[in-house]
């Protein structure tokens, strides 16, 4: 069945380095995906959404620069952490809308980023 | 930004009884939706409520959803240890984004 498989599960950089992670609709294509961050011990909070082909839609006070989202196919999302600092630890999960609106997501595994 | 508000924020109870947590939220929704998250884990989808409806079921599992309130409750039902986890809403809206509540930790003790 159509799921969202989401890489790494978890990393580890050192700060001032940039991480990219990846999440792949598999056997659907995803014209719209949305990236979360949780921080831990809180809910989960939007970040952007990505839009295949066009420039992504970041929430108030998500810096575009340092969370790079680039959405070239109908199969693959990538948000890129620049410059990581530690403040920027925490779990990363996308998720990608059914066709139908109103039948729960696929979301990926979730990624989570230890900045040290 | 979080569409609205949990509570309890952290419930203990022991295995059989209920557990019943309470979702607040501010706009209008096209769906509501309640996850379940163990520590350090990702998300797993319990049960999604569409705005034209009252209340679902799934299991040991009742959902309500009050549109006029601009609330929903889930209710487990005979808990588990294995239930230990938590609980987040979230509202949909017509495009697939979901704000999600500040969430409901449950502890379940044997």
């Known amino acids: 069945g159509a799921v969202v498989s989401q890489h790494p599960s978890w990393v580890i950089c050192k700060s001032g380095t940039s991480v990219k992670i990846e999440c792949r609709s598999l056997d659907f294509q995803a014209t719209t995906m949305f990236w979360y961050r949780q921080f831990p011990k809180q809910s989960l909070m939007l970040m952007a959404t990505?839009?295949?082909?066009?420039?992504?839609?970041?929430e108030q006070g998500v810096e575009k620069d340092k969370f790079l989202i680039n959405h070239a196919s109908l199969t693959l999302s990538t948000l890129t952490v620049t410059s990581a600092h530690p403040e920027d630890s925490s779990f990363y999960i996308c998720?990608?809308?059914?066709?139908?609106?109103?039948?729960?997501?696929?979301f990926g595994q979730g990624t989570r980023l230890t900045v040290v | 930004s979080q569409q609205g508000e949990e509570d309890p924020q952290a419930l203990s109870i022991q295995e059989g009884e209920n557990a019943t947590m309470n979702c607040s939220y501010k706009?209008?929704?096209?769906?509501l939706q309640w996850y379940r998250q163990n520590s350090g884990r990702g998300l797993v989808h319990l049960i999604l409520i569409r705005s034209n409806e009252r209340e679902k079921h799934s299991g040991r599992l009742r959902v309500t959803l009050d549109t006029s309130k601009k609330s929903s409750s889930l209710l487990i039902t005979a808990s588990r240890a294995a239930d230990t986890a938590s609980y987040f809403c979230a509202t949909g809206d017509s495009w697939g984004k979901l704000q999600f509540g500040a969430g409901t930790q449950v502890v379940v003790t044997p």
């Open positions: 706009t209008s929704i096209n769906n």
């Open positions: 990505s839009n295949e082909g066009s420039k992504a839609t970041y």
């Open positions: 998720s990608a809308p059914r066709r139908n609106m109103n039948t729960e997501a696929f």
